[in-house]
Each structure stands twice: as C-alpha cells, then as structure tokens.
C-alpha cells in the first residue's frame, strides 16, 4: 500500500467523515497530499555525507471560506499531514533537519477548492547534556500552551553538585509531540539509548498520554516500564539516560 493510500486510509477513519462532509468545495484533503509530496521532491536538495534534504515545515493557504470551514479538523489534518511526509521521507531516502510542521493560514486572494503551499526547512528543539537547545531562527515563536493546566516537560540543566542546577520547560503546543533520537522529532533527544522515533506525548479529552513507540530500551515512568499511560503532575519519564518531568499546573 502507498503512502497516500495509507493516508487515505487514515482520514476514513477520522471524525466519521464529518471532514468530507465539511468540504462542498472541490478541495480535497488527497490532494494537499499530494502536493506536500511534489513540494519535498521540488525542493530536494542534496547536502553533506550524501544526504537529500527537504523541507520540514509547511503551511497550507487556503481560502478564506475554506479554512473556515476547516478550522474544526485543522489539528487532526495537520497530524495526518505530518505522518504522510514522514512515511514519504522514508520511502525516498529523504532527510528532515528538525520536525515535520504543518499549519493551514487562510488567505483572501485565493477562490473556493484552490490551495498552495509554502515551504522551508526549520530545525527543531534538541536535548543534549541535560540542556534544552531552541533554535534562534525556528518560526512561529513559540508560545504558551493552549492546553488547560499548561502541560509540560521540565528538562534539569547543569550541575546538582555544583550549585547551578536550573530547570527548563519545554512547553506541549500541538496535539501530537514525537520524541526521540531522529532529527525529523519534536524534541529531539540525543542520547544512544534512545530510538529514533521512541514515543509520543498525545493531548486527547484534556489528559495527556505518554505512548511507548516500540522503542528498542523501553519508555518509564517512576521507574515502571510503560506501554500507554496517562500522565499527572509530578511524573517521571525515562527514556534511555535522559530523565523529563511532567507538569501541569493544578487549576485544570
């Protein structure tokens, strides 16, 4: 089965075709598939050690009547956007310099059932050494959680025995945030017991559920290996030698 039949597939399943529904227009969530597919084959490029690399963040223009229509389904599209570049990248050998971002903006010099889309490569956030790297150029500026109690991982940086132990927060913005060793994660984790695609935080019905990717050492939490779990204030999640805390205030 080929990627765009698996991401059909996918969208079947989704809302019980309320999305389909919601599109009297002839856009069609196959084609912005497809043409997500042609932008990271047009703007291919080869880099160093032979590597291809495309882009990773995308933003979809719509019409303005389209994108309101859209707007209910924005989050879930965008998921299913992001694995269908993913299983692509793979599939062609391609290579992503941080994560797969797709956003839909709305715009007034489009009509009803037409589409573009704009492209570039952005790096994402890293965890090296206890320390959170952001990249100074990554666009939109991220910005405080959308989701009640403001969920979040606190990432200890510095020495505990030299007195300048200081903790960093790595805010849960979008409804899906992979982790792992690979470059194309939303945290990026650098840390050799950890798989490339190793597990994901998903913000479903106000909780948060830590889901283990069938990662090669295995997901913990306070110590017990996990599979699927529900997360609350004040765990721990373990992921190779790389230790997060989850948080979220106590006022949701």
């Known amino acids: 089965m080929g990627v765009l039949q698996r991401f059909e597939r996918r969208l079947e399943g989704m809302v019980e075709g309320a999305f389909a529904r919601a599109f009297k227009s002839e856009l069609q969530p196959v084609e912005v598939a497809s043409a997500v597919q042609r932008e990271m084959d047009d703007r291919a490029a080869i880099v160093a050690q032979g590597r291809t690399l495309v ?26 956007l992001a694995n269908l570049a993913r299983d692509y990248a793979k599939e062609q050998g391609y290579s992503f310099v941080g994560p797969v971002r797709m956003r839909f903006e709305g715009v007034d010099d489009l009509t009803t059932g037409t589409f573009r889309i704009r492209s570039g490569v952005i790096r994402g956030s890293t965890v090296e050494g206890g320390e959170i790297r952001r990249p100074a150029s990554d666009l939109p500026e991220p910005r405080g959680s959308d989701f009640a109690g403001h969920p979040r991982l606190i990432v200890s940086t510095g020495d505990p025995n030299g007195g300048g132990r200081q903790q960093r927060n790595y805010d849960l913005v979008t409804p899906t945030t992979l982790l792992g060793r690979g470059t194309d994660c939303d945290l990026r984790l650098v840390d050799p017991g950890v798989s490339r695609h190793h597990a994901e935080l998903r913000v479903e019905g106000g909780e948060v559920i830590l889901v283990d990717l069938g990662s090669t050492n295995g997901t913990f ?32």
């Open 221 to 252: 939490v306070n110590g017990q290996p996990i599979k699927h779990v529900v997360l609350t204030d004040g765990m721990q999640v373990t992921l190779g030698r790389t230790t997060l805390v989850f948080r979220r205030d106590s006022s949701y």
């Open 55 to 80: 882009p990773n963040d995308f933003v979809v223009e719509l019409a303005d009547s389209d994108h309101e229509r859209l707007d209910v389904y924005a989050d879930s599209l965008g998921v299913e």
